[in-house]
Every structure is written in C-alpha cells, then in structure tokens.
C-alpha cells in the first residue's frame, strides 16, 4: 500500500502562484501524477513524473505554468502552479501508480490522496 497526503490548496487570487505537496509513505512506487476534479466535471489529467528517473508529462492547460518535482529524500512530489486562473479551480489529487511507464488516465493509477481545494478568485 501506498499512503499519500496532499497539502498547500487554498484561496489565491488569478495570477498568483501556489505550491502543492503530496507526502508518500509504505512501498515504493514508479511514478505520481496530479488531476483535478472542478465540480461536475470529471477527474482530469494534470501532469506526471517518474519517481526514479523523473521524466514528466504535462496535460496541454498546465504546459509552461506548472511544474511537478520531487524530493526522494523526502519521497514528496510538488506541483508548481503558476499564473493560476480561474478556471484552474478544482479539487487536486496525487496519485501513485504501483509499476510501469508513465500514464494520464486516472484508471492508470492504483494509489489516490484525498485531495486538497484550490480556489482561484477573479
């Protein structure tokens, strides 16, 4: 099992930055992804990293604002989000994916936080 804690949403206005973080413990795992949930839509994807060799993946809405990262030493992964706009409003969750290459379907993953709100005021 894979045990993950996210941390950092919050209330920001439109074009500030925030810095999500998503603590991991129990058996290791290849890689983390981060989605998001706005209401009545449905969980999509928003970028990934191999936890070894750190390759990433970004969804086209958050290339060139943010950046996921992480620490092994600490076995926390980051999403850097900035320029944050509205519609960035959304539960975020990390997942864990237990082997095998990156993906962005939620399905891909085995390993889910519980979420954290950010709200991004106009």
């Known amino acids: 099992q894979v045990q993950l804690v996210e941390s950092g949403g919050g209330l920001v206005q439109a074009g500030d930055s925030r810095r999500l973080s998503c603590a991991a413990s129990?058996?290791?795992?290849?890689?983390m992804g981060w989605f998001r949930q706005a209401p009545g839509k449905a969980r999509e994807f928003v970028a990934a990293?191999?936890?070894?060799?750190?390759?990433?993946v970004y969804a086209d809405s958050a290339k060139g604002r943010f950046t996921i990262s992480r620490d092994n030493a600490k076995n926390t992964g980051y999403l850097q989000m900035n320029s944050l706009k509205p519609e960035d409003t959304a539960i975020y969750y990390c997942?864990?994916?237990?082997?095998?290459?990156?993906?962005?379907?939620?399905?891909?993953?085995?390993?889910w936080g519980q979420g954290t709100q950010v709200t991004v005021s106009s």
């Open positions: 997942a864990a994916r237990k082997i095998g290459l990156l993906m962005t379907m939620p399905s891909a993953y085995n390993y």
């Open positions: 129990g058996r290791t795992f290849s890689s």
């Open positions: 990293m191999g936890w070894s060799g750190g390759n990433t």
